[in-house]
T-cell receptor, first 116, second 118 residues
């Protein structure tokens, strides 16, 4: 069975600094997607970034980028120039296959605190 | 962008009563919707996958007679918590996958419903 592990329950970063959140996963599939979601205090889930397993190039979305190490089954999220609004719970998620009807498997989450 | 709504956003009920939560995709059709449960500071736990016009697929350990799911149209899925008890108090989140989804598209999440059973 596929699993997703986030080993950092809590992280903190100084405003304007860079922080990296870790995620590892386990799968025997070759076609899959990985996602990072942000859940702020409002509890609305927000997609931060996605990575297709077939693509070697790491995905980037403005201040957010990933380090996708397929062989190591690692998918970390780097947040650059951290802002107070980045404070939230972050979830790493895995989905087998390319269909958007596949279910997401979430990690345990990492609570990110941003210090002014 | 794709918007998913949930109603109600907050509900308090007495033990033994039933509560219905609605999940609507406002600007797209969704053949598949998902229902999650989340406890404070914990991850989302998938309860069931809802497919329009067919029976929902429940995850292991989720009581199908307790959590009734109906997906009667391409824009509406409902979760009914029957004979609710205090242990059912939780945050319930739905998500929807666009029927016309493209490769790599993900689910869109509703804002969640907070249920408190007294």
């Amino acid at each position: 069975a596929q699993t997703v592990t986030q080993s950092q329950p809590e992280m903190s970063v100084q405003e304007a600094e860079t922080v990296t959140l870790s995620c590892t996963y386990d799968t025997s599939e070759s076609d899959y997607y990985l996602f990072w979601y942000k859940q702020p205090p409002s509890r609305q889930m927000i997609l931060v970034i996605r990575q297709e397993a077939y693509k070697q190039q790491n995905a980037t979305e403005n201040r957010f980028s990933v380090n996708f190490q397929k062989a190591a089954k690692s998918f970390s999220l780097k947040i650059s120039d951290s802002q107070l609004g980045d404070a939230a719970m972050y979830f790493c998620a895995y989905r087998a296959g390319s269909s958007n009807t596949g279910k997401l498997i979430f990690g345990q989450g990492t609570t990110l605190q941003v210090k002014p | 962008g794709a918007v998913v709504s949930q109603h109600p956003s907050w509900v308090i009920c007495k033990s033994g009563t039933s509560v219905k939560i609605e999940c609507r995709s406002l600007d797209f059709q969704a053949t598949t919707m998902f229902w999650y449960r989340q406890f404070p500071k914990q991850s989302l736990m998938l309860m069931a996958t809802s497919n329009e016009g067919s029976k929902a697929t429940y995850e292991q350990g989720v009581e199908k007679d307790k959590f009734l799911i109906n997906h009667a149209s391409l824009t509406l899925s409902t979760l009914t918590v029957t004979s609710a008890h205090p242990e059912d108090s939780s945050f319930y989140i739905c998500s929807a996958s666009p029927t016309s989804g493209v490769r790599g598209e993900t689910q869109y999440f509703g804002p969640g419903t907070r249920l408190l059973v007294l």
